[in-house]
């Protein structure tokens, strides 16, 4: 084994005779304090004073050198006949070191069983104090032994299983029902264990201290259920929980048994162990950064603003990170012109980890084709809302499904804002001289004509967040550049029959029109556009909150400034509940001073409309 931090005999000896006095004390620094009071094997790969104490007074110092199997042993029948926890500590932090040594499995579990028979004693015994810092230690070996003691031979995965496993000294029988594989309508499976991770992208992360192996699982939805409203590749934090009733009695005979448990679990949740709640240990920021790592919007944000994404038909565009709960507000991200619902992840991360929020609210997604006409874009929108609204609460008995947020960067922000207004005929006067009803197009055309530019406030969004939107237009969308690339821009099938009757056969039709193709989105963002002149003329429906935070770049007064793509006096509109100036290019959706501001405008939300008593906003 390892050393384990402390002199032999023979060196304090050597010590004594060639140097005087056989103890010496100095002072070191505040860093080399934190360092010697904090050291143990799961930081420095050495065993902590602690342990050092208890292997010194018992004796083992050489056998453990020597014999680390053997003097496992002997501690162990000492721990079993005195009854001290402070044996059980060490024999959980030793068991740790020697597994880290050999590579064998069955140390690992070893040191997981005796950490949770120090955590939890039992009998008369006394339990450790939450102040000791062996407590912690103590937690976190049986975390890692859990992890390590099923982890795959090549070390990838996490197997957890029922079945029966070695022991150093003698076997654990472990049980796990089935049912624990399925959760919310879909299996869960391909565990990784997160806390091994590296995170880079997120300047923030959020582990939720507690007991249980912190994975990551994949899901996949059960044959036979319906759509679950989840990303179809949604990844999702697991505590893996291995019970062990009676583990001090059983340490005797060396039969356990134990039961293992995989929770779904996010934020701040317990479980009930040995009649006391007892938090859970989860990493929601790696389990959020593992999925996004390879995403496939990633690759198609640009294909998203040219032509149709493969896969992203209108009624799959509204995705959740989580199941449906009522009572929970929903907060709808919009993204912008080729961008994706992956941008939002900074702020997710934020306010997915923030306690006040947390069980309040569930944050939904939405994703469209960035180059398509933005009044189309908008009718998908408001559709895919308004289905996924009567689906979930078809009797509309959640109240919380009723006071919607919706925030959009960008384009995005237009979106949002065309759930919100009421437009009657003014999009297609801007767009005919022809009345609407006396336009010869197909029954289907004229359908979606009516659904897309005749635009009703949805009656379940209370509140707009509006980020850097370029509110009449954007300088960059009339440039050269932005011209071509928006020519580039393919449309889906449906949009092209609606071009087709409205532009391709009826000359008479065609002069009572304002335009001689489709507009791409680009078009409709270009300063002066008929659509971006009607949008911005609309008011906000009455009884809907609005709040704009706007990027600016520079310092100063932000009027006549810019983001490098909306100019500031673009973004600004009057009749808003409040406005923020953030100083940061156009994609500012991680900006700290944004995501603190949408939680104000969150918290403030919650106060306004929560049934219950809602902390007030700060």
Known sequence: MRPVGFCTCGALLALAIGCGAPVVVKRVDAQ???????????????????????????GLVDRLNDDPEGALAELRADALADGEPDDMF????????????????????????????????????????????????????????????????????????????ELPF?????ALDPSAYTWSGRTLSGFVPVAEMQVTGLPTRYRWPGLGAPLAAKTARLPGHADDFLRE????????????????????????????????????????????????????????????????????????????????????????????????????????????????????????????????????FFSYDTGNPILYSAMILREALTERVAALDPDGTDWALHQMVVIGHSQGGLLTKLTAVDSGSAFWDGASKLPFDQVQVSP????????????????????????????????????WIAQQAARLVSFPANLLKVSGDLLGGNRKQEQFLSMKRLPTAVDNMTPGNNFIKVLASLP???????????AVKGEGAPQGKDDGVVEYDSAHIDGVDSELVVRSPHSCQDNPHTIAEVRRILLLHLAAVSPEPARAAQ
């Not at 003698?170 to 472990?174: I, N, R």
Request: glycine share 8%; proline share 6%; aromatic share 10%.
């Open 90 to 165: 060490a024999l959980a932090e030793l068991s740790f070191l020697h597994a880290e040594d050999t590579g064998e499995r069955s140390w690992d579990l070893a040191a997981a069983i005796y950490a949770w028979s120090y955590l939890f004693p039992e009998g008369t015994a006394p339990k450790p104090s939450p102040f000791d810092a062996r407590f912690r230690i103590a937690c976190d070996l049986y975390n890692r032994g859990i992890t390590s003691g099923f982890k795959t031979p090549d070390g990838r995965w996490v197997d957890i299983r029922g079945g029966t496993y």
């Open 444 to 479: 289907e055309t004229k359908d979606l004509l009516h659904r897309a530019m005749f635009v009703s406030p949805l009656p379940f969004v209370k509140r707009l967040v509006f980020i850097a939107t370029p509110q009449r237009g954007s300088y960059v969308a009339g440039s």
């Open 170 to 174: 003698g076997t654990l029988e472990v």
């Open 233 to 364: 590749d949604a990844i999702v934090p697991v505590t893996a929980l291995l019970r062990l009733d009676g583990a001090r009695r059983a340490l005797d005979s060396g039969r356990l048994r134990g039961t293992m448990e995989l929770r779904v679990v996010s934020g701040f949740k317990t479980a009930d162990l040995e009649g006391e709640e007892v938090p859970l240990e989860n990493e929601s920021t790696a389990t959020l950064a593992y999925m996004l790592a390879d995403a496939p919007f990633w690759k198609q944000e640009i294909s998203g603003f040219l032509s149709t994404v493969v896969g992203l038909g209108p009624k799959a565009q509204l995705r959740a990170m989580r199941p449906y709960r009522p009572g929970r507000i929903p907060v709808v991200f919009v993204h912008g012109t080729a961008s994706s619902a992956g941008r939002w992840a900074e702020m997710l991360n934020e306010l997915d980890n923030d306690p006040r929020l947390a069980g309040k609210f569930q944050f939904w």
């Open 32 to 58: 080399t304090v934190a360092r010697t009071l904090t050291r143990n094997a799961l930081t420095v790969g050495r065993a902590s004073q602690f342990t050092i104490n208890v292997v010194y007074e018992r």
């Open 540 to 550: 906000v429906a009455p009884d809907v909150h609005a709040h704009s935070i706007i």
